[in-house]
C-alpha cells in the first residue's frame, strides 16, 4: 500500500521512534520512483545492490541496477535513460544509496566449521500461498527448509547405506553402481564427493565429517581406469573439493584439486590451446585421439572458473591461461556462427566447427553460463568475459527468443537456430532451463538490463509451464512448444524426469535477483512433485514418464547432481539471503560455489555466510 506524506508526519507525531521507521518506508515507497527502486532493492535484494562491488564502478552499477528494479515497481518510465555502455567508466564518485544491514548471526564458528544444527524434523504440514515476507530475522522459510533437509537426510542416508564409495546409488535396486563410463570405471566415490558441500551448507555435520573421513583415507585419481571426461571431472570433483577447501581451508581439498588439475594439464597440448574431452588421468598418452577428436563446446569452454580460482590458491597461472585460451580458440570467425554464439560443436584439433547449429542448450549451456559468472568471480575485473556476455545477450534476445502459443495466449521461449541463422526452431531441453536464471543474474551488467533481465523471466516461466502442465508436476526433459496459435503449449520429445536441477537453480536465482515471491511458490511445488514421486525406500529415482500418475521408475539411478545441485538449490531457495550471497560466490554448473576475488580477505577459509 502506498501512503501519503501527510500521513507519515500524522504517524511520525503520534508514534514517535517506531513511527519514525515507518515514516522512511512511507517516504521511500512514495511518489519518487528512483527512491522507491532502491528502497525495494534494499529491502529484497543483496545480489542486485552488490553485483556491481567497488568505488571504480558505483555510479554505473547504480543506474543499471536503478533500471532493473524500477521495473520491478513500475515506475521504469521516469527514471533516466540508461547509457547505452559496454566497458566501464574510470573511478566516480559513489552515488548515494543505502546498503542494507547484514543479519548479524553466522552459521560457521571461528575455525570456519559449521556450528551443529538442530535435529532434522518431519517435514511439516504443507503451508500453500506462504508469502515470503522479510522479517527482522531474515527472510528464511524454516518449514520449507526442514522439509527440503528431510529430503537431503533420506537422499545421503541411503547413499551411505547402500552404495558406500560407489559413485551412484540405485535407488530401485538399493545398491551401488561405479558403471558410469564418465567415471573412468574408477570407485571414486562421485555422489560422496558431489554432496560434501551440500552437507556442510545444509548443517548435516556428521554426515558430512564421515564423507571427509572417506576422502582422506579412501580416496584417489589413481582409481580412475581408463578414459573420464574431463567435463564432468572437472565440474564435479574439481569443483566440490575447491569449494570444500573455500569453505574449510583443509589442505586435504586443496591437494585433491592441484592433482586434478596437474592431471588435466597434461591434455591441453593440442595447437589450437583444446584439450580432448576423453582423457586418461592415468597413464597418459599425448598421441591417442581418445574419443575425440570432436566436442560439444560446453566440454573444453566449462573450465573456467575452476581453472580461475585453482591458479589463485596454488599461485600456478597456467590453469587460468589454459582457461583464456581455450575461450580465444571458443570464439575465433570459423567457430562463430551468430554474434557471440560459437556453433555447438568443435574439432578440437583443427578449431573448425564440426556442425552448425547453435543453442544454449545441452552440450553449449555452461560455456555462456562460464562466460557470465567469470566476469563476477573476477571482482568485475574479466571486462572480456563482460563484453562477450553483452554480445551474447543482445544476439539471444533478438535472434533466438521466439514466440510460442497456448491456445491463443503467447509465451517467449528460448529456441535454436541451424546453420547460423535462418528460423529459430522452438526446441527447449530441461538442460536449457538455467538460462532463466542466468540471464536474471547477469542482467545487470549488460548495456541493456531491463530486457535481458525480461528474457531471464520468459525463460523460466516456460520451463514452469513444463512443470505445471503434466500430471505430476515435474518436467519432462525435452519439449517442442507450439509456433502456432491454437493447441497446447508443447509436445513432450522426452518425457522422463532425471531428478535435474536447472528448473530449481533459475528459481532460486529469479528470487534472489526480484524477490517475487512466485518463484519461491513454483520451487516448493516442484519439491513436494519430486518427493511424492521419485522418493521410495532406497532414495530417490528418476521417473520415466511425467505425465503419468503414478509414475514409474526410468533407471533407477540417483544421480550425482540430485545432491549437489537440486536439493542444494531448494535449500538455497528457502534459505535467508546472507547464505551464500551472490556478490561473494558464484556457482559452477555443478553447484560448486567459488569465492568472489576481493569478497574476503583470505583465498579459503572463509564463512559461507555473510
Not at 71 to 76: F, G, L, N, P, Y
Amino acid at each position: 500500500m502506498q501512503f501519503s506524506r501527510q500521513r507519515m508526519l500524522l504517524a511520525f507525531l503520534l508514534l514517535g521512534s517506531v513511527a519514525f521507521y515507518v515514516g522512511r518506508l512511507t517516504v521511500l515507497h512514495g511518489t519518487e520512483p528512483r527512491l522507491e527502486a532502491h528502497r525495494h532493492h534494499k529491502l529484497h535484494a543483496d545480489v542486485e545492490q552488490s553485483l556491481f562491488a567497488g568505488e571504480e564502478h558505483a555510479e554505473q552499477s547504480s543506474q543499471h541496477v536503478d533500471a532493473v528494479m524500477s521495473v520491478e515497481r513500475k515506475v521504469a518510465q521516469t527514471d533516466p535513460v540508461l547509457p547505452g555502455v559496454v566497458a566501464f567508466p574510470a573511478a566516480q564518485k559513489e552515488k548515494d544509496v543505502e546498503v542494507p544491514a547484514q543479519v548479524a548471526h553466522r552459521s560457521v564458528n571461528a575455525n570456519g566449521n559449521a556450528n551443529p544444527q538442530s535435529v532434522v524434523k518431519a517435514p511439516p504440514k504443507e503451508e500453500e500461498g506462504v508469502k515470503a515476507a522479510p522479517s527482522k530475522a531474515g527472510n528464511a522459510m524454516p518449514e520449507r527448509q526442514a522439509f527440503v533437509k528431510k529430503m537431503i537426510k533420506h537422499a545421503w542416508d541411503s547413499y551411505e547405506k547402500y552404495a558406500w564409495g560407489y559413485n551412484e546409488l540405485l535407488s530401485v535396486g538399493k545398491t551401488g553402481s561405479d558403471s558410469q563410463g564418465m567415471f573412468g570405471n574408477g570407485h571414486l566415490g562421485a555422489s560422496l564427493v558431489d554432496a560434501l558441500d551440500t552437507l556442510y551448507i545444509a548443517g548435516f555435520d556428521k554426515e558430512y565429517q564421515r564423507g571427509r573421513d572417506w576422502v582422506a583415507k579412501e580416496f584417489t585419481f589413481d582409481k580412475a581406469a581408463g578414459e573420464v571426461s574431463m567435463f564432468e571431472m572437472n565440474i564435479r570433483f574439481m569443483g566440490a573439493f575447491l569449494t570444500m577447501y573455500a569453505f574449510t581451508g583443509d589442505d586435504l581439498y586443496k591437494k585433491q584439486a592441484i592433482d586434478l588439475g596437474e592431471r588435466f594439464a597434461k591434455g591441453f597440448h593440442l595447437s589450437t590451446g583444446l584439450s580432448h574431452n576423453a582423457i586418461r588421468l592415468n597413464g597418459f598418452d599425448a598421441n591417442s585421439d581418445y574419443s575425440g577428436p570432436c566436442f560439444v563446446i560446453a566440454e573444453p569452454g566449462s573450465l573456467h572458473l575452476e581453472f580461475a580460482y585453482l591458479s589463485k590458491i596454488s599461485g600456478d597461472d597456467k590453469y587460468l591461461q589454459i582457461a583464456q585460451r581455450v575461450r580465444t580458440a571458443l570464439n575465433t570467425p570459423q567457430m562463430t556462427g551468430l554474434p557471440g554464439l560459437p556453433y555447438s560443436e568443435i574439432n578440437t584439433n583443427t578449431g573448425s566447427p564440426c556442425r552448425t547449429d547453435i543453442n544454449l542448450d545441452g552440450g553449449s549451456d555452461s560455456y555462456y553460463e562460464y562466460v557470465m559468472k567469470s566476469f563476477i568471480q573476477s571482482g568485475k575485473k574479466d571486462t572480456r568475459a563482460q563484453r562477450l556476455f553483452n554480445t551474447i545477450s543482445n544476439t539471444v534476445r533478438t535472434k533466438l527468443m521466439t514466440t510460442v502459443f497456448s491456445g491463443d495466449k503467447p509465451y517467449r521461449v528460448l529456441g535454436r537456430t541451424y546453420g547460423g541463422g535462418g528460423g529459430v526452431d522452438p526446441h527447449l531441453g530441461h538442460l536449457g532451463c538455467f538460462t532463466g536464471g542466468m540471464f536474471a543474474l547477469g542482467a545487470s551488467f549488460t548495456d541493456t538490463p531491463v530486457e535481458t533481465l525480461q528474457v531471464g523471466k520468459d525463460i523460466t516461466q516456460a520451463c514452469r509451464e513444463m512443470y505445471d502442465r503434466t500430471a505430476t508436476k515435474l518436467g519432462p526433459d525435452d519439449v517442442m512448444f507450439n509456433s502456432q496459435k491454437g493447441g497446447d503449449l508443447f509436445s513432450m520429445s522426452s518425457s522422463v524426469y532425471l531428478l535435474r536441477p536447472e528448473v530449481v537453480e533459475s528459481y532460486f536465482v529469479l528470487w534472489r535477483v526480484t524477490k517475487d515471491p512466485k518463484y519461491r511458490e513454483w520451487g516448493w511445488e516442484a519439491a513436494k512433485a519430486m518427493e511424492k514421486h521419485c522418493r521410495n525406500d532406497g532414495g530417490y529415482t528418476d521417473i520415466q514418464n511425467v505425465n503419468v500418475n503414478p509414475p514409474s521408475p526410468n533407471s533407477g539411478v540417483q544421480q550425482s547432481f540430485f545432491l549437489a545441485e537440486t536439493l542444494k538449490y531448494l535449500y538455497l531457495l528457502f534459505s535467508d539471503d546472507d547464505v551464500l550471497p551472490l556478490d561473494k560466490w558464484v556457482f559452477n554448473t555443478e553447484a560448486h560455489p567459488f569465492p568472489v576475488d576481493g569478497a574476503f580477505d583470505r583465498v579459503a577459509g572463509v564463512p559461507f555466510r555473510a
